[in-house]
């Protein structure tokens, strides 16, 4: 019995062997024991450094009456869509960043079931539409939240402007309430480092029957400065709108059955088949083909060697423009 009291058990003796070799900074320790650097996350629809959230679709009024904007510096994409009497009204598609109010808002349009159909089911915020076009947006697959079944709490009149161009919108408040809204996926472009090839740019312009675009690259911002209608396009908050990429894309444009209370046609502007676009970034401008197979796919733009054609990370605009008429460089 005396000579088992200076004895240590093997199972005891295991134990305190492991333990003394089991530190962190111990030399047996692997590269897999170390914890994982982060990947940075990029958002599909601007390569912001941003988790993929919930998508939101609004349509803003694009007159001199609406400016200054509200909230356009936060959408990952925006679309420049020719309405009636040739102006332009703007699809902004929010999910990286919401802010806190976007407007002025405006009404829905018959392109707009189009453009959003490859995002899938996405929140749409609008401040009306033709009668005509309800059961065309109840069939489509987007999550209607129009201003006309919304309180007003959430769409709200801002005093400081004039109607029809002063219906302001809380997107947070919206989007609470929204159910079986699709988390940002893809919609064709990828974002990576300047492809080899293009032209230098300094500025193009577009022009549609009643209204233009100059977009006028800045090597300090790394950003195109949009100038609409002649003045400097600036939101609420002073600063200068301005996409990392700009696409061109030129489509065709032609009457569809919708119209306006007052006897304008509106036009359609066909996103689905294939067409050519300009496609700028980092102060240079590619020569691409757009391609878009279905309602559902995504666009796909690919340069003339076959390659895709990469964008730069940060907000993108797609300027709808008719296939007719070429912009000026």
């Known amino acids: 019995m005396r000579a088992n009291k200076n004895k240590i058990s093997i199972p005891i003796l295991i134990l305190l062997l492991t333990a003394c070799g089991s ?40 007159t001199k009456p609406a400016r200054p904007q509200i909230g356009l510096a936060s959408a990952d994409v925006v679309y420049v869509e020719q309405v009636e009497g040739g102006l332009t009204r703007l699809a902004a598609i929010f999910s990286s960043e919401i802010p806190t109010q976007i407007g002025p808002v405006r009404s829905a349009r018959i392109s707009d079931i189009d453009i959003l159909a490859s995002y899938g089911r996405v929140a749409f915020a609008y401040s009306g539409v033709q009668s005509k076009l309800l059961p065309v947006i109840a069939k489509a697959n987007v999550v209607n939240l129009g201003a006309q079944r919304e309180s007003p709490k959430i769409y709200y009149r801002d005093k400081t402007r004039y109607a029809p161009t002063n219906l302001i919108l809380d997107p ?10 699709v988390v940002a996926k893809s919609v064709g472009w990828s974002f990576g480092s300047l492809p080899a090839g293009g032209e230098t740019l300094t500025s193009v312009e577009m022009n549609w029957p009643a209204s233009s675009y100059l977009a006028t690259w800045s090597n300090t911002e790394k950003r195109w400065l949009l100038s609409h209608d002649g003045e400097v396009d600036v939101d609420s908050l002073g600063a200068q709108l301005g996409p990392s990429t700009l ?7 032609y009457p569809s059955e919708y119209g306006d209370k007052f006897g304008g046609n509106t036009p359609m502007s066909e996103t689905v088949g294939t067409g050519e676009a300009l496609v700028l970034r980092d102060g240079r401008v590619f020569k691409t083909t757009w ?12 340069l003339a060697n076959g390659e895709e054609m990469l964008f730069a990370p940060g907000q ?8 007719t008429k070429s912009p000026k460089i």
Request: a negative charge; glycine letters at 6%.
């Open 291 to 302: 391609k878009r197979p279905d309602m559902a796919s995504g666009t796909t733009f690919t």
């Open 316 to 323: 993108v605009w797609i300027w709808l423009a008719d296939r």
């Open 23 to 62: 530190g962190s900074d111990s030399p047996s320790s692997t590269a897999s024991d170390q914890p994982d650097i982060p990947k940075p996350l990029v958002h599909p629809l601007s390569g912001r450094d941003a988790m993929a959230s919930a998508v939101l679709a609004v349509k803003i009024d694009d």
């Open 172 to 181: 947070i408040a919206l989007l609470a309430k929204a159910e079986g809204v």
């Open 247 to 253: 696409v061109v894309q030129l489509v065709r444009i």
